[in-house]
C-alpha cells in the first residue's frame, strides 16, 4: 500500500498568518494517464471531511483561494493563508492513485 | 445538491455483520463511483471500497472477503456488509461520492459511529 506521511502532526497559527502542511508518498502518485491524484480534505470538529483540492492544485466548489496546494511525484504541500477561526480542525491528505486508496495520518490545527 | 445520509445499528456484536444504508438525495447513484471510508479512534481513516455508476465494486484488500457493497437503484440507497466484526472495527462510517471519477471524494454524509462490543 502507498503510505502517506503528513507533517507536522499538529501546529498552531495566529489567526491572519500563513501554515504549510506537507505530505509525502511513499511511492510516485503519477497515475499511468498522467494525472496525479493527490486529495486535501478537512474535518473541522462534529463534522464529517470536506474535500479541499483535488489533483494536487484544483480547489473544489466553494473553497477559498486561500488553500492552495502544490507539489509533485511524491511531494506535496498543502499551504493556507490568512488563517481564519473557520479553518481549525484536522487536515488530511488522500491518494487515488494506487489501489488501495490511503490517507495520511492528520494534520490538527489549532488558532493561537 | 447532492446529499448523502448513513443510517444503521450503532452497536454490533463481535463476530456478527455490520450492515449500513447509504441514502442519496439530489444525484442519481447510477452515475459516478460511491464508496464507503472509515475513520478509527484518532485520526486513521481507511478507504474501504467502492460501488460505480455500473454496479462494479473496488475492495480493499485488507478487508479481504469480509465486505461487500451493493446498491438499489430503485431506492437511491447503497449498503456496506462487514462480516465477522471484531472490536477493531470499532470506527465511524461515512458514505462518499467520488468527483468527476473514482479518484477523490467530493461529497460524504455526516458518518456513523459503530461500535463492536458485547
Known amino acids: 500500500d502507498v503510505v502517506m506521511t503528513q507533517t507536522p502532526v499538529s501546529l498552531s497559527v495566529s489567526l491572519g498568518g500563513q501554515v504549510s502542511i506537507s505530505c509525502r508518498s511513499s511511492q510516485s502518485l503519477v497515475h499511468n494517464n498522467g494525472n496525479t491524484y493527490l486529495s486535501w480534505y478537512l474535518q473541522k470538529p462534529g463534522q464529517s471531511p470536506q474535500l479541499l483540492i483535488y489533483k494536487v492544485s484544483n480547489r473544489f466548489s466553494g473553497i477559498s483561494d486561500r488553500f492552495s496546494g502544490s507539489g509533485s511525484g511524491t511531494d506535496f504541500t498543502l499551504k493556507i493563508s490568512r488563517v481564519e477561526p473557520d479553518d481549525l480542525g484536522v487536515y488530511y491528505c488522500g491518494q487515488g492513485t494506487q489501489y488501495p486508496f490511503t490517507f495520511g495520518s492528520g494534520t490538527k490545527l489549532e488558532i493561537k | 445538491e447532492v446529499q448523502l445520509q448513513e443510517s444503521g445499528p450503532g452497536l454490533v456484536k463481535p463476530s456478527q455483520s455490520l450492515s449500513l444504508t447509504c441514502s442519496v438525495t439530489?444525484?442519481?447513484?447510477?452515475?459516478?463511483?460511491w464508496g464507503w471510508i472509515r475513520k478509527f479512534p484518532g485520526n486513521k481513516m481507511e478507504w474501504m471500497g467502492y460501488?460505480?455508476?455500473?454496479?462494479?465494486?473496488s475492495y480493499n484488500p485488507s478487508l479481504k472477503s469480509r465486505i461487500s457493497i451493493t446498491r438499489d437503484t430503485s431506492k437511491n440507497q447503497f449498503f456496506l456488509q462487514l462480516n465477522s466484526v471484531t472490536t477493531e472495527d470499532t470506527a465511524t462510517y461515512y458514505c462518499?461520492?467520488?468527483?468527476?471519477?473514482?479518484?477523490?471524494?467530493?461529497?460524504w454524509g455526516q458518518g456513523t459511529l459503530v461500535t463492536v462490543s458485547s
Open positions: 460501488i460505480s455508476y455500473s454496479g462494479s465494486t
Open positions: 462518499a461520492r467520488g468527483g468527476y471519477g473514482l479518484n477523490w471524494f467530493a461529497y
Open positions: 439530489g444525484y442519481s447513484i447510477t452515475s459516478n463511483y
